[in-house]
């Protein structure tokens, strides 16, 4: 099993600044993804930003330019830097953790993390 724990989510004003962060333990493979995906109430869940083992980033249109996902493989933890953000950003955050082992896909996410924009 894997657990994952976020952190930094919170209320900010339009057009500020929030840190996420999220720590992978458990049963974690040589080679994982991770991910942050959010949820704003009525929607569904959608991606936001992606980091392989690799390092390649991938991030949704809409954030792209104000949001910078990073790793630190050694510590298993991905943050989020979300700048710029807009009130239609409020949702909860979730960390995801994909990885595989003989070809059995697995994917574990954390319990979310509220973030809200308001002024």
């Known amino acids: 099993q894997v657990q994952l724990v976020e952190s930094g989510g919170g209320l900010v004003q339009p057009g500020g600044t929030l840190r996420l962060s999220c720590a992978a333990s458990g049963n974690i493979f040589s080679v994982y993804n991770m991910g942050w995906y959010r949820q704003a109430p009525g929607k569904q869940r959608e991606s936001v930003a992606a980091v392989t083992s690799g390092g390649h980033t991938n991030y949704a249109d809409a954030v792209k330019g104000r949001f910078t996902i990073s790793r630190d493989s050694a510590k298993n933890m991905v943050s989020l830097q979300m700048d710029s953000l807009k009130p239609e950003e409020t949702a909860v955050y979730y960390c995801?953790?994909?990885?595989?082992?003989?070809?059995?896909?697995?994917?574990?996410w954390g319990q979310g993390t509220q973030v809200t924009v308001s002024s």
């Open positions: 995801k953790l994909d990885q595989r082992r003989a070809g059995i896909p697995y994917a574990y």
